[in-house]
C-alpha cells in the first residue's frame, strides 16, 4: 500500500509517518521509486504500536524507539516484552544513564516495608524497580498517617484479586506469536483495559450498595427492565 493508504488505515497523518520513518521508528518500505514505497501490514502494526506507546503511554519518540529497538533485540521473551512495555525493565539507554548518574542510594519511602510484606505474601516474584511497589508503600504510607484501619493486611483481598486478573491477562497474551504482535497485546492488556476495570469496579460498587444499603427505594435488588438502579443520595 502507498503511505496515503497507510495514512488511512492508521489515523497517522502523512508528515508524521515520514518523521517516523526518518527517525528509524518505522522501518522503511519496499522501494518503487526514487520517491515511493509500498508499505505492508507490518507497517500498519507497528504504526498502531508507536501511535499507541506516544499517545496512550505519553511517551517520547525517543523512549518508544528505545523501547521499539529492545524488542526488536529480544529472543522471543514475552516476559522481557511485556517489563519492557510496562516500563519494568529499563531500556538499553535507560540502564545506561542510571550508570552514569549513579549517587547516593536515597531513602526508602514510608510504606515500602508494608508493601514488601504484602508482596512476599502474595509470593510475586517481581523486580526491584517496579514503580507499582512505590506506589503502593506511598498509599500504605497515607493510610497509616490518616490513622485508617486498613494496613498491608487489609489490602490482601484485594491483591489476591488482582492476582486472578493478572492470570487472565497473561493468558490474553500468549497466543500471539510475533513478537511486536505480543509487545501490542501487553499494552492493551495492561494499559489500555485499565480504564475499563476501574470502570467495571465503580459499576460493581454501585450495585452492590444499592443492593446491601439502598433499601426498599434502592433499586439494586430485582431483575426487572426498568433503568439502571438509581442509589438515593444519603
Known amino acids: 500500500m502507498k503511505v496515503s493508504e497507510l495514512s488511512r488505515r492508521t489515523g497517522v497523518q502523512v508528515p508524521l509517518i515520514k518523521y517516523y520513518l526518518r527517525e528509524g521508528l518505522l522501518p522503511p518500505g519496499r522501494a518503487t521509486a526514487s520517491n515511493q514505497a509500498d508499505y505492508g501490514e507490518g507497517h500498519v502494526h507497528r504504526l498502531r504500536f508507536i501511535r499507541t ?36 525493565r529499563p531500556t538499553t539507554l535507560d540502564a545506561a544513564s542510571e550508570e552514569e548518574t ?24 517481581v523486580s526491584p524497580g517496579n514503580p507499582a511497589a512505590h506506589t503502593l508503600a506511598e498509599v500504605l504510607a497515607a493510610l497509616a498517617d490518616l490513622g485508617a484501619d486498613i494496613d498491608w493486611r487489609g489490602l490482601l483481598p484485594y491483591a489476591r484479586l488482582a492476582d486472578s486478573i493478572a492470570d487472565v491477562d497473561v493468558q490474553q497474551m ?16 495492561s494499559i489500555l483495559l485499565e480504564p475499563a476495570l476501574l470502570a467495571l469496579r465503580r459499576l460493581a460498587q454501585e450495585a452492590k450498595s444499592a443492593r446491601h444499603f439502598g ?19 444519603p
Open 53 to 88: 506507546l506516544i499517545g496512550t503511554r505519553g511517551l517520547s519518540t525517543g523512549a518508544t524507539k528505545e523501547i521499539l529497538d529492545a524488542i526488536s533485540a529480544e529472543q522471543e521473551d514475552l516476559h522481557q516484552v511485556f517489563g519492557i512495555v510496562l516500563g519494568v
Open 102 to 125: 549513579e549517587t547516593a542510594p536515597e531513602p526508602e519511602p514510608a510504606g515500602l516495608v508494608d508493601a514488601r510484606k504484602l508482596i512476599a505474601e502474595m509470593e510475586w516474584e
Open 174 to 189: 500468549a497466543g500471539e506469536r510475533d513478537l511486536l504482535a505480543q509487545a501490542e497485546r501487553a499494552v492493551l492488556v
Open 215 to 233: 433499601g426498599a427505594g434502592g433499586g439494586g435488588g430485582g431483575g426487572g427492565g426498568g433503568r439502571t438502579g438509581e442509589v438515593k443520595s
